[in-house]
C-alpha cells in the first residue's frame, strides 16, 4: 500500500523556518514527480513546488520563490521542503504528493497519491 507520510509542521514567528519531511513507502517513486500543496481555511488547494525523481529539476510557486526549497534523498525515499522567511500568509496545512507524470506539473488532480497533511502556522 502506498503511503505519504508528512512531518515538520509547527508554529513559527514570521521570519522563521521550518522543514517539512514526506517519507512515501509502499512503491518506487523513481520515475514520479513529487510535489508539495497547501490549503489555508476557506481556500482551495495550492501548488507550492515540485520535483523530478529523475534529475531533481524543479518548480515553484512564484510567492515562494527565493524562500523555500524542495529537495529530494532517493536513498530515503524522503522529499523535503525547506521554508526560509516564512510569512503569515505561509499558514495553511501542507500535503505531499506524487505524480506519475514525467513533468512538473501543477495541477492537484494530476496526482495520485496524497499524505494526510502538516499544518504550518506563522504569527506575525
Known amino acids: 500500500q502506498v503511503q505519504l507520510v508528512e512531518s515538520g509542521g509547527g508554529l513559527v514567528q514570521a521570519g522563521g523556518s521550518l522543514r517539512l519531511s514526506c517519507a512515501a513507502s509502499g512503491r518506487t517513486f523513481s520515475s514520479y514527480t513529487m510535489g508539495w500543496f497547501r490549503q489555508a481555511p476557506g481556500k482551495e488547494r495550492e501548488f507550492v513546488a515540485a520535483?523530478?525523481?529523475?534529475?531533481?529539476?524543479?518548480s515553484y510557486v512564484e510567492s515562494v520563490k527565493g524562500r523555500f526549497t524542495i529537495s529530494r534523498d532517493n536513498t530515503k525515499n524522503t522529499v523535503y521542503l525547506q521554508m526560509n522567511t516564512l510569512e503569515p500568509e505561509d499558514t495553511a496545512v501542507y500535503y505531499c504528493a506524487a505524480s506519475p507524470s514525467r513533468t512538473l506539473v501543477r495541477g492537484p488532480g494530476l496526482y495520485d497519491y496524497w499524505g494526510q497533511g502538516t499544518q504550518v502556522t506563522v504569527s506575525s
Open positions: 520535483i523530478r525523481w529523475g534529475d531533481s529539476i524543479t
